[in-house]
């Protein structure tokens, strides 16, 4: 069970650790990279083709401003392809959404919110869990937890308010 990260530049690792942590959690590998669409394609096509044959079953990309990133990602692969587009530049990462959400017909990448790592990282498990129970029965667990936490919270409203 493994995942691989790319992020743009090693500015965006505050926004993507949260992933990280989540996905260990679940006992998957992460294998992470800073790997620029723009500085470093060669090491990013080279990394690319290292997932196909490293048991990688999902990519996560996170990149801001023209998120370049997760296109490039997906264009080199058929593994699916998770972009997470952050804020920081002029646009507070709209202009990383709409990019990422753009892409052309026959080269699809699954888009979260902006700086939204922890949904890719879960929308990463719900990928994986098609193929492993183990994962599955875990966010089986975890939603059942979710909503325990918030009927609490609706049981505290009504208690303070009656």
Do not use: W
């Not at 992460?30 to 048991?55: P, Y």
């Not at 401003?65 to 920081?88: C, D, E, K, R, W």
């Amino acid at each position: 069970m493994k995942v691989a990260i790319i992020m743009g530049s090693t500015s965006d690792l505050s926004k993507v650790e949260p992933a990280v942590e989540i996905l260990k959690s679940y006992g998957v590998e992460v294998n992470v990279r800073c790997l620029s669409a723009h500085r470093a394609h060669l090491g990013l096509s080279q990394f690319i083709q290292e997932t196909e044959t490293d048991g990688t079953e999902v990519i996560i990309t996170a990149a801001g401003m023209a998120a370049a990133l997760p296109g490039v990602v997906a264009s080199q692969t058929v593994l699916p392809v998770i972009g997470v587009p952050l804020s920081g530049a002029t646009l507070d990462g709209m202009d990383a959404l709409l990019s990422i959400v753009q892409m052309p017909s026959g080269i699809p990448v699954a888009t979260v919110a902006i700086n939204g790592s922890k949904n890719a990282a879960y929308l990463a498990l719900q990928i994986m869990a098609i193929k492993h129970d183990d994962i599955k029965a875990k966010l089986l667990d975890y939603r059942k937890d979710m909503e325990a936490q918030a009927m609490r919270a609706n049981d505290e409203m009504i208690e303070k308010f009656k």
